[in-house]
């Protein structure tokens, strides 16, 4: 199963303000390794931490996409479950990752997918597709349905369900049945309209908000005119989720207070409930594993079973960067 999953860390170049400010690049970038020094300790050892892969500042999204996501999208068209994940500190990357910087040169790795999925489907002989999308966000530990066409129940909190078999879902979010990437990106900007976004001192177009961009998609075979029993219930489901994460900066760093700061324990509750996971994944020893202390651990739990094992040290990474960020 460890092959099921890959952890990999995307460096981006400095912002001008860190250019501005003469700040020192405190990351070594190697193929397959990071090492990061304290600046306030320079004469301490560099952490080195190991991925599946490491990119650059200068790495185009298309090279991430065509090595680490495309094969899960082809596994999601062919029926599987895939999450691609995007996670840390406000201003390093996640949504330029995740959407692109809005230049159609640079699209995001959610773009792409949609390129790929529909680009396959129209070549599909045997079988027809449905593809259905949903958009959720969690927000101060309520979910809301980006998607929802009616302004008087979008802000609702959608609750959460087991369903045996399939795992956890939110059976009341509106899905919507897609036929192209057009239709597609109009229904991802729609739901990055409704998205709640407040600035923060580190990153003013940051969002507070988790989100899921999911895509469904169901494949049955197409009916001779004789059908058989055996290709009536030839149904098959593939879902794959975007994740994109609001950031793991600890709030002090940020200014935040009042409202802001009610927001940012909540977006912490999320993402420590993420750390105490994948503390207690990557030990490995630990009986019970805290999937239900948060509705971003609940939603990912699947997805989250898999980081049982594989490069302990890349998940060190993450649950590193979740304490210290804390
Ligand atoms: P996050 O979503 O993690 O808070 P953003 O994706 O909004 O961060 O990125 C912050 C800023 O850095 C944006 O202006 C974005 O365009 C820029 N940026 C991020 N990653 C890269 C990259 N790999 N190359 C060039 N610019 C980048
Ligand atoms: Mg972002």
Known sequence: ?????????????????????????IVEINEYSVSVANPSASLTQKKMFTFDSVYNTITKTDVIYNEMCYSLVESTIE??????????????????????DGNL????????????????ISMATNV????????????????????NTNENTRM?????????????????????PVINTNQCYNWLSLGNKNRVTAATLMNEKSSRSHT??????????????????????GIRRGKLSLVDLAGSERQSKTGAQGERLKEASKINLSLSALGNVISSLVDGKAKHVPFRDSK?????????????????NSYDFLYFTIRVRL
């Open 212 to 233: 899921i961009f999911t895509i469904t998609l169901e494949q049955s075979p197409f009916f001779s005119s004789v059908a058989s029993e055996n290709n009536l219930g």
């Open 128 to 147: 027809r597709y449905l593809a259905l999308v949903s958009y959720l966000e969690i927000y101060n530990e309520s979910i809301r349905d980006l998607l």
């Open 1 to 25: 199963m460890s092959e099921n999953i890959k952890v990999v860390v995307r460096c981006r170049p400095m912002n001008q303000s860190e250019n501005e400010k003469k700040r020192e690049n």
């Open 79 to 100: 029926g599987y479950n895939g999450t691609i994940f995007a996670y840390g500190q406000t201003g390093c990357g996640k949504t330029h990752t995740m959407q692109g």
């Open 296 to 312: 971003l651990t609940r939603l990912l739990q699947f997805f989250l079973g898999f980081l049982r094992r594989k490069h302990k």
């Open 105 to 120: 040169n640079n699209s995001g790795i959610i773009h792409k997918c949609f390129d790929h999925i529909f680009e396959t």
């Open 156 to 176: 609702i909190n959608h609750s959460l369900k087991e369903i045996p078999g399939i795992g956890v879902s939110v059976p009341t979010l509106t899905t919507h």
